[in-house]
């Protein structure tokens, strides 16, 4: 089992950042893959970044390349997602989601394939 407990999230005037925060706790010797899920009202969840925890590969949607990016402090179990330049089309909740590589092939960008997902946090931008 693998705990996730986000932080970080709030409100923020458009352009300004944020930084969440994701502690993992139990089982994350056994995570290949760790990343960020977004969900705003009336919509579905979408994958905003994805990395992989060995080789510190990552994947973002294209919205958010060159803004946002993730890291992992493997020594700390923390996963961190800084966003910059945040517009109000970034309001939503966003979940920290930790899982396990495609067999034969890489981290998954579908929710459906975490297993393991946090409470979520909510991040805000108003003009």
């Known amino acids: 089992q693998v705990r996730l407990v986000e932080s970080g999230g709030g409100a923020v005037q458009t352009g300004g950042s944020l930084r969440l925060s994701c502690a993992a706790s139990?089982?994350?010797?056994?995570?290949?893959?760790m990343g960020w899920f977004r969900q705003a009202p009336g919509r579905e969840r979408e994958g905003v970044t994805i990395?992989?925890?060995?080789?510190?590969?990552?994947t973002y949607t294209a919205s958010v390349k060159g803004r946002f990016a993730i890291s992992k402090d493997n020594a700390k179990n923390y996963l961190y997602l800084q966003m910059n330049s945040l517009k109000s089309e970034d309001t939503a909740v966003y979940y920290c989601v930790a899982g396990w590589r495609i067999w034969g092939g890489g981290c998954p960008n579908e929710a459906r394939q975490y297993h393991y997902w946090g409470q979520g946090t909510q991040v805000t931008v108003s003009s």
């Open positions: 139990g089982d994350v010797n056994s995570i290949h893959c």
């Open positions: 990395i992989d925890v060995s080789d510190r590969s990552t």
